[in-house]
């Protein structure tokens, strides 16, 4: 194994612990009283304190040419993949646990190809074993939200019974006792899946926008900035008591710092670099780890009891994420193994050619007097 593939290893295991962060220290801020949609300002904020400077500085010549046209189609994608995803990740977050929102990112995969097949940017064929991949992987998919929505199961212990986070905002007892009901755990699962859903849209959306205006940093930041307003205008609109803005030293602040510099300034740009590096289909196959490091996490650090509904939804949710992938990734075999083909003849008929000029001349006459 060579220095960069040891890299690419680390790179991509380090992308996964940070997400499993990411989702416990938020979900402990929420369980703290913290407004979900005043995390999703204060996150795309710093976000944007971050990236904006810097894509001014590097693309400064190219910051000024953007169409209008253009960046209303960001402005549109933003408030679809990034203030309504993170809107409806953070309250669905809020409404179950860190491990369902750990589980439930194994199904951005195949959401996306779903949206690329009805985009008909997919195709599927059922005569192949790739087809037939894809579509199970799709199906498993199906049944772990449903396993996780409608089944509970035996409660697993607790690795630890006292939390690092304790919840102390007034009336966080009844709270998270209403939260704990079937129909807003139902409804968190669904809610997550919707996340999801917007997310792979604006995925799909962003390489339309790439081919457009081939520039990462400045879709990337440009997306940022716009989300920081929009979730702006959202918070005021759902938040009228500003006493609950301030950010105080304690779980929240921690929460906003982490997910906006840390998530958002070192796990994007070390994401890029994998899949630059080893392509996508590498960088996703790792995303089960943070599902299994939140489980212990959020079990460890929150005190959550995990269900073995959650567990077994969580399987599935793999199992189809590695269908879909295998699909993908048999498929790309097979197209290139026939483009290596198709070069390897019209080789052969050129060396042929080269040899025997005088056949290819009388089978040239021969058409033309076919026709």
């Known amino acids: 194994m060579d220095a960069a593939t040891k890299k690419a290893y680390v790179t991509a295991i380090l992308v996964q612990v940070i997400l499993t962060g990411m989702s416990v220290i938020s979900k402990a801020a929420f369980d703290a009283g913290m407004s979900t949609f005043i995390f999703v300002f204060y996150r795309q904020a710093s976000g944007s304190i971050l990236m904006l400077p810097l894509a001014l500085f590097l693309q400064r010549k190219n910051a000024w040419s953007m169409p209008f046209a253009w960046l209303l189609k960001v402005f549109l994608c933003a408030l679809v993949g990034n203030t309504l995803s993170l809107s409806l990740y953070n309250v669905s977050l809020k409404f179950t646990s860190a491990t369902v929102a750990a589980a439930a990112s194994n199904s951005m995969p195949v959401v996306t190809f779903c949206l690329a097949l009805l985009l008909r940017m997919e195709v599927v064929k059922l005569s192949s074993a790739s087809g037939v991949a894809k579509l ?85 930041t440009a997306l940022c900035v716009f989300s920081a307003a929009q979730s702006f205008v959202v ?38 670099w994998c899949v630059e590096m080893k392509g996508p289909v590498f960088f996703a196959v790792w995303t089960p780890l943070c599902f299994v490091l939140t489980m212990f996490c959020s079990s460890f650090f929150l005190g959550e009891i995990v269900h073995l509904g959650s567990v077994l939804g969580g399987i599935l949710l793999v199992g189809g994420l590695y269908s879909v992938l295998w699909g993908k990734n048999k498929e790309s075999s097979s197209k290139a193994a026939s483009r290596s083909q198709v070069n390897m003849t019209d080789f052969a008929q050129d060396e042929e050619e080269r040899e025997n000029p005088n056949s290819y001349e009388a089978a040239s006459a021969s058409t033309g007097e076919q026709v």
């Open 136 to 220: 199970t992987g799709v199906a498993l998919c199906l049944a772990g939200v449903f396993a996780i929505a409608f089944y509970s199961g035996p409660a697993l212990s607790p690795v630890n019974h006292h939390r690092a986070f304790s919840a102390h905002a007034p009336g966080s007892g009844r709270a998270n006792a209403s939260l704990n009901s079937k129909t807003t755990w139902v409804e968190g699962t669904f809610l997550m899946i919707l996340a999801n859903m917007a997310w792979s849209l604006s995925i799909v959306w962003q390489a339309a926008l790439l081919k457009e205006l081939p520039n990462r940093m400045l879709v990337a």
């Open 235 to 272: 918070a005021v609109a759902a938040v009228r008591d500003f006493s609950r803005w301030r950010l105080r030293p304690d779980v929240s602040l921690l929460a906003v710092v982490y997910a906006g510099f840390v998530v958002t300034g070192v796990t994007y740009y070390l994401q890029a």
